[in-house]
Antibody, heavy 121, light 107 residues
Framework: QVQLVQSGAEVKKPGASVKVSCKAS????????MHWVRQAPGQGLEWMGW????????NYAQSFQGRVTMTRDTSISTAYMELSSLISDDTAVYYC??????????????WGQGTLVPVSS | DIQVTQSPSSLSASVGDRVTITCRAS??????LNWYQQKPGKAPKVLMY???NLQTGVPSRFSGSESGTDFTLTISTLQPEDFATYYC?????????FGQGTKVEIK
């Protein structure tokens, strides 16, 4: 069965970076785009960007440009999201989510369990 | 960026009620509108995709409709397990954007 397993919670100080991993299993990792979505405490969902695990191509939301880097390691079917220059407003649960292969604009059909990243001095 | 305005932000309903949630896109998004359900402490779960298509495994009491840039999620007969927060999301163009969410609470 399809599973996305994310790395554990990490407490960070302002100005630091965080790198969250998302290990995929149960499907062909390179066959599906992987997205990252975050959710601040008590707030809604915010799309951060995607990576094509096959090519490594990425597309980031403008609000994260210059601070986010999405990478992948196909040998271990794992996607990564690194966010730098953290501020308190980056405190959130970060999710990886697989884009279904229904065609252009498919929904996110599988999600990781989420990784909590508190940013506090 | 395409804005997606969801309403209401919350509602109270009883088991057995019919519930309707609406999203309005700021421009045409064709049918690229998805609906998710999220329960506390859990990741979202897709319910509907392309406005009117039921995701595999989702109960048929959930349905979606569209009229221009207006999209609706309907729960025909609310069940106890349906109390949750619901989000719409446009996947027409990046940045993909979500509605603000609708919390469905027990009356």
């Amino acid at each position: 069965q399809v599973q996305l397993v994310q790395s554990g919670a990490e407490v960070k100080k302002p100005g630091a970076s965080v790198k969250v991993s998302c290990k995929a299993s149960g499907y062909t990792f390179t066959g599906y785009y992987m997205h990252w979505v975050r959710q601040a405490p008590g707030q809604g969902l915010e799309w951060m960007g995607w990576i094509n695990p096959n090519s490594g191509n990425t597309n980031y939301a403008q609000s994260f440009q210059g601070r986010v880097t999405m990478t992948r390691d196909t040998s271990i079917s794992t996607a990564y999201m690194e966010l730098s220059s953290l501020i308190s407003d980056d405190t959130a649960v970060y999710y990886c989510a697989r884009e279904a292969a229904y065609g252009s604009g498919s929904p996110f059909d599988y999600w990781g369990q989420g990784t909590l990243v508190p940013v506090s001095s | 960026d395409i804005q997606v305005t969801q309403s209401p932000s919350s509602l109270s309903a009883s088991v057995g009620d019919r519930v309707t949630i609406t999203c309005r896109a700021s421009q045409s998004i064709s049918s690229f509108l998805n609906w998710y359900q999220q329960k506390p402490g859990k990741a979202p779960k897709v319910l509907m995709y392309d406005a009117t298509n039921l995701q595999t495994g989702v109960p048929s009491r959930f349905s979606g409709s569209e009229s221009g840039t207006d999209f609706t999620l309907t729960i025909s007969t609310l069940q106890p397990e349906d109390f949750a927060t619901y989000y719409c999301q446009q996947s027409y163009s990046t940045p993909w954007t979500f509605g603000q969410g609708t919390k469905v609470e027990i009356k």
